[in-house]
């Protein structure tokens, strides 16, 4: 496969509190996504980090009576240590008051510029979405996600974004691809439809944000300062050609609360800014706790340290994309993820790679390579040498759940195989036979265990280290195996205490 240039990006996330299980989710899937990508030889920049302006950071510093620096510091720590406890691969951990991003945020701020007019802001504000509410929108004193608004009358810069109505329209129908899944296009295409305003984007009542290049006291709107984050990953203002080519090979995983930020205003924004939009904004769904949409004051986070602790990483980060198809909704349950884990993964998966492996080792760990396969062995052979293809084609629309039924399918079909080759009669009857229906089951678990690396990388490099395999490239799997040695496997697995 070509060497090519990939960016994908998570949200940067609000540090006002700690990271949960929603952040953990974004994070992995984007996660799954570069790691598939660097497999197939791709060339990728995978950008995560932490959004630290604005007034909901500033109120939670000063409710914990700390400087809000020295806030943000700590906090923005937090998400590091998630991104390592999850295992990220990640390029780059951007934090929005880092030196780098101010100059490029300022930089930003010029190219827009010709699009930019002083007014004033007189309506509602909802300090815990960093969103303007339109009164139509507010009901009881909240906006529609519920969060409580408050009433802002103050100065402010304006972005012209109802000049760029039409112009989104048009991208969005001759890039029928740019926003997914289908249903979040066509909710963003009414809300374009419905009437663009312009949208302010300063404020100067506070002043924890990137100053606004030659105007006193003003801050840039939190939004304007974090969608640029994207691009100051990717070295803005400095070589723009190169942000430019990334940006359009660029995919954005958002929440399905934060689209509308992302598919009209960011797009907005590059248009009058000159550089190129990114090539896909998948949102994806929320996970609530039993049935519950998870909050602080009910007390019922989940918090993905503890169940790491518990169960393990990797079965983690299989059951949040097994469970359900990205881009739904999802409920998440202690049990659903045990069950997870002990049919899927420790029945299917583990029973597959230890019956087989540990057979070889009866056999002296040696691996007697017989590629003269029967037909049943072919078949096997050639769904093994597809599986990464198959994956591929789900990967690239972000169906990730799609990928692991893939995978697991020719868990079930290697396990089939096994049960009606019954390779422990043959080891007494029929030696080269035995080979051949090792053979292709070696072929098939090396391809099932580079298709779960992205997901499981930890349990791929163990898998990888029982068959001396290098797993550092798809391309491997073009490789036939050669006769030789494999050290003894140890349980994937381990049955929970
Ligand atoms: O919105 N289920 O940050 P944020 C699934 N700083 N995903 C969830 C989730 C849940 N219950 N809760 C959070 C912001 N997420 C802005 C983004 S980007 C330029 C600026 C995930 O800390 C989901 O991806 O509120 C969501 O979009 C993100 O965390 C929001 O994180």
């Known amino acids: 496969m070509s060497e090519a240039d990939f960016a994908i990006t998570t949200p940067i996330y609000y540090i006002n509190g700690d990271p949960h299980i ?41 409710n914990a009576g700390m400087d809000v620096r020295k806030f943000s510091d700590l906090m923005s720590q937090k998400f590091k240590d998630m991104t390592r406890t999850v295992n990220l691969s990640e390029d780059d951990f951007i934090r929005t008051t880092e030196e780098r991003h101010k100059k490029s945020a300022q930089a930003f701020w010029k190219l827009l510029e010709k699009d930019i007019y002083a007014g004033a802001y007189v309506g509602w504000y909802s300090a815990r979405d960093e969103e303007y509410v339109p009164e139509s929108e507010v009901v009881d004193g909240k906006a529609p996600s519920g969060a409580p608004v408050e009433w802002m009358e103050e100065e402010s810069y304006f972005f012209r974004l109802s000049a760029y109505q039409d112009r989104l329209l048009d991208y969005y129908e001759k890039n029928p691809d740019f926003i997914a899944p289908p249903a979040r296009r066509n909710e963003v295409i009414s809300f374009v439809k419905s009437g663009l305003k312009d949208l302010s984007i300063s404020r100067n009542k506070f002043d924890w944000g990137i100053p606004i290049p030659d105007s006193n006291g003003h801050v840039m709107y939190v939004w304007i300062d974090a969608l640029t984050n994207y691009i100051t990953s990717l070295g803005f203002p400095e070589d723009t050609e190169h942000v430019s080519r990334m940006m359009e090979n660029c995919t954005h995983i958002v929440g399905k609360e934060i689209l509308r930020f992302h598919a009209v205003y960011w797009p907005a924004f590059l248009m009058s800014a000159g550089i190129s939009l990114p090539k896909r904004i998948f949102a994806h769904g929320w996970w609530t706790h039993d049935g519950q949409k998870m909050s602080k004051s009910v007390g019922n986070v989940v918090d993905p340290f503890d169940i790491i602790k518990n169960c393990g990483l990797d079965p983690l980060r299989y059951f949040l994309f097994r469970e359900i198809h990205f881009g739904e909704d999802g409920d998440f349950s202690h049990k659903a993820l045990k069950d997870r884990t002990s049919y899927d993964l420790a029945n299917d998966l583990g029973n597959l790679v230890q019956r087989v492996l540990a057979f070889i080792q009866k056999l002296d760990g040696h691996l007697t390579v017989n590629y003269n396969f029967l037909e049943e062995d072919e078949i096997l052979f050639r769904n093994s040498r597809n599986l990464i293809k198959k994956m591929h084609s789900r990967i690239e629309k972000q169906d990730l759940c799609g990928a692991l039924d893939v995978v697991w399918s020719l868990v079930s079909e290697s396990n089939k195989f096994t049960n009606d080759m019954r390779p422990w009669d043959l080891a007494k009857s029929d030696v080269p036979r035995l080979n051949a229906v090792l053979t292709a089951l070696c072929e098939s678990i090396r391809a099932i265990s580079f298709g779960i690396a992205p997901f499981m990388p930890d349990t791929a490099r163990k898998i990888f280290d029982f068959m001396n395999v290098e797993g550092k490239s798809f391309a491997e799997l073009e490789n036939n195996f050669v006769s030789q040695k494999f050290p003894p496997p140890v349980p994937l697995f381990p049955r929970e205490k």
């Open 22 to 62: 929603g952040h953990a989710y974004a994070s992995i899937a984007t996660d799954i996504i570069a790691r598939f990508k660097r497999l197939s030889g791709f060339n990728v920049h995978f950008s995560t980090g932490t959004d630290e302006h604005g007034i909901k950071v500033a109120r939670s510093a000063e």
